[in-house]
């Protein structure tokens, strides 16, 4: 298949109308927060998914994707239900069905996409996938929305139209992330603060290693790990376990039963330690995420269980090659490794891992 057959104007017989980017992301700390209303931080990735566009009017959806792996799929919008577009064109299908659902009048379109975010990584290509398809149809149709709103649609199209329970930290990051900046989200209510890291300045590189492994039964225990802690927020009486802080930890776990304890003890560390790695950044000592990534590993390897050994591996081998901090990041299961090293270290690190 050569590429040149598959330009906008081969695949559908005419030039786009515009063309829009998502970032992929990484997130430094704040791991199975942000369904308990919590706290993340992630940073852009430098890669994107991109979608050329272009308005159609005949309530038809049309849809390429150069990673996609086949010829283009068409839809009718009309017929945009949740489970009846299988595989990946469920994720811009969703996000018009959502803008549907949500009593925007929208029509179909012309979708070429295209991407360098590796997916299933746990760098969130779906959420880059969904928000580039909301941010286009937000400029095709005029909707005025914004990054937040769209971040919520785009959400939901992962959540009711495909099936796949995840917070808000992805799409947000996807709409939200600026260059040069970490950005400090509150689940709760979505406000966000853009918090300058600059880790060259400090002579810094941080590593994101994809252990190219993905484990079957994420999809399952996700679900299961967050119906547990809304479990525990109703056994507290608490509307989310972001209520709950290091003080109060305790005398709350008494209160739970045994299996409970360690989800609310990590989600509760974890808030603490994105607040510790904001504070770290702000006082210009980027070295300081260091012991908080590799803390955040052990909570999310011993209390939520959401690791595996090649993670577990991954992250011994960058602190045993000398990195500052290491851990998982994404919900789990496989996906990638971050690992803080010294700028001059980092082929050496690699190479270890
Ligand atoms: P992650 O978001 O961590 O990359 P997910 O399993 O949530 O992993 O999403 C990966 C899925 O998103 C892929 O299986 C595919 O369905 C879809 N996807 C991501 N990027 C693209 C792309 N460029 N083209 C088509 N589908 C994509
Ligand atoms: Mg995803």
Not at 62 to 87: C, F, K
């Amino acid at each position: 298949m050569s590429t040149s057959a598959n330009t906008f104007t081969e695949l559908y017989g005419r030039a786009p109308e515009g063309e829009w980017a998502a970032p992929g992301r990484v997130n430094l700390i704040g791991e199975h927060t942000d369904y308990n209303d919590g706290f993340v931080l992630p940073i852009a990735l430098p890669q994107t998914v991109r979608a050329r566009a272009a308005r159609r009017t005949d309530g038809v959806l049309r849809l390429w994707s150069a990673q996609g792996g086949g010829p283009v799929t068409e839809l009718r919008v009309a017929d945009l239900a949740p489970g009846a577009v299988p595989g990946w064109a469920g994720y811009p299908g969703g996000v018009v069905w959502a803008l549907r659902e949500a009593g925007y009048r929208v029509d179909g379109a012309d979708l070429r996409l295209d991407s360098d975010v590796p997916s299933g990584a746990g760098l969130s290509s779906s959420a880059a996938l969904e928000c580039v398809v909301a941010a286009a149809y937000n400029d095709l149709y005029g909707l005025g929305l914004s990054a937040p709103e769209l971040a919520l649609l785009a959400q939901r199209a992962e959540n009711a139209f495909v099936g796949v329970p995840c917070g808000i930290m992805d799409q947000m990051a996807a709409m939200c992330c600026r260059p040069g900046a970490a950005l400090f989200l509150d689940s709760r209510d979505l406000t966000i603060r853009q918090v300058p890291i600059d880790l060259a300045a400090a002579g810094l590189a941080l590593l994101v290693l994809d252990t190219r492994v993905k484990h079957d039964l994420g999809d399952g225990a996700y679900a299961a790990l967050r119906s547990g802690c809304e479990k525990a927020a109703a056994v507290l009486g608490l509307p989310a376990l972001r209520s709950l802080d290091a003080a109060g930890l305790p005398a709350a776990l008494t209160r739970l039963p045994a299996e409970l304890q360690p989800l609310v003890r990590h989600v509760v560390s974890e808030n603490a330690r994105v607040q510790a790695a904001v504070a770290a950044l702000e006082a210009g000592d980027p070295a300081a995420l260091g012991p908080i990534l590799t803390a955040g590993h052990a909570s999310l390897r011993d209390d939520y269980r959401v690791s595996c050994p090649e993670t577990d591996l991954a992250v011994e081998a960058a602190l045993a090659a000398g990195a500052y901090g290491a851990r998982m990041t994404g919900g789990g299961f496989g996906g990638s490794v971050i690992a803080l090293v010294d700028a001059t270290a980092a082929d050496r690190v690699a190479a270890a891992v």
